[in-house]
């Protein structure tokens, strides 16, 4: 691509952590993320996340299903003026301290101006409070995020139908919940929150970040960004994900995502 080209790209986990800090890169791409590190310090790229790099990878693999599973729903309700009450729902967990590196690699990409971008806004995610981090906002106002709200929520949509990204969540509360046995209605959440063995926990914190790469891709999409730049292709998963070469090739045909590893975007980069 031209070099004086400025591209918006969307970094996984693992090609974000890279690109922060290159020397202690344990993949064979040292070189490849100092080009890229130095074209975002240049201006030439623009990075960006899905806030669910916070609020789903930031809870540690043996937290996970214990931190999820105390998900609740609250409600607070508010008088606006006479005979008019304002009632607001969400959903709260009791959270574990974030990881260190984690939290410092958050607050390093948003020092370089890499902004999370929201998630879908359907009953069951988890959100940042705007008032802490600086979400992206599109130009063209609230029109135009509710444009590119829509297109996340199309996307995740057919996610869902695929059994992909958030729907491996879902699919092991049903598992966890027929094993333990619960017959009332509750959050997909509780269950994943009956996971005992060791066994289950560690397929509780894998579903759980498959849910995290769903959501990165439909925020990608929904705001749509250039790039999509991962080196994950699903294969510690060891079922169906987004990430896997099927799901990547469809995405690209059907909704035009164009994925690359951090070799191919410093290749574009010096071309």
């Known amino acids: 691509m031209s070099k004086n080209l400025i591209k918006r790209i969307t970094f996984d986990t693992n090609t974000l952590n890279s690109v922060l800090y290159p020397k202690k890169s344990q993949r064979q791409n040292k070189r ?35 931190t999820i599973g105390s998900t609740n729903v609250i409600a607070r309700s508010q008088e606006i003026e006479k005979n008019q009450i304002s009632i607001k729902i969400g959903l709260q967990f009791t959270p574990s301290p974030m990881n ?26 988890f959100h940042l409070d705007p008032k802490i981090y600086s979400l992206y906002e599109p130009d063209g106002g609230i029109a135009e995020l509710a444009r590119c709200m829509d297109r996340v929520h199309e996307l995740a949509k057919v996610l869902r139908c695929k059994g992909v990204g958030k ?17 009332e209605e509750e959050l997909f959440h509780k269950g994943l929150g009956r996971a005992k063995t060791n066994s289950e926990k560690k397929h509780v914190a894998k579903a759980i970040a498959e849910w995290a790469d ?29 990430l896997d070469e099927e799901h990547r090739k469809w995405l690209e045909s059907d909704f035009g995502i164009k994925f690359v590893t951090l070799f191919e975007l410093a290749r574009m980069l010096t071309e």
């Open 32 to 66: 490849e993320a100092e080009i890229v590190l130095e074209a975002i310090y240049s201006e030439r790229l623009q990075g960006f996340f899905c806030e669910t790099l916070i609020t789903l990878e930031g809870i540690t693999d043996k937290d996970r299903s214990s």
């Open 167 to 183: 729907a491996a969540a879902i699919a092991l509360d049903e598992e966890l919940t027929d094993k333990y046995g619960n017959d």
């Open 214 to 242: 769903g959501d990165s891709i439909t925020s990608h999409y929904g705001f749509g960004m250039n790039l999509f730049c991962s080196e994950d292709f699903g294969k510690s998963y060891q079922k169906p994900s987004v």
């Open 100 to 125: 260190i590196q984690h939290e410092n690699r958050i607050n390093d990409a948003l020092s370089l101006k890499i902004l999370p971008l929201r998630s879908g806004m359907e009953m069951g995610n």
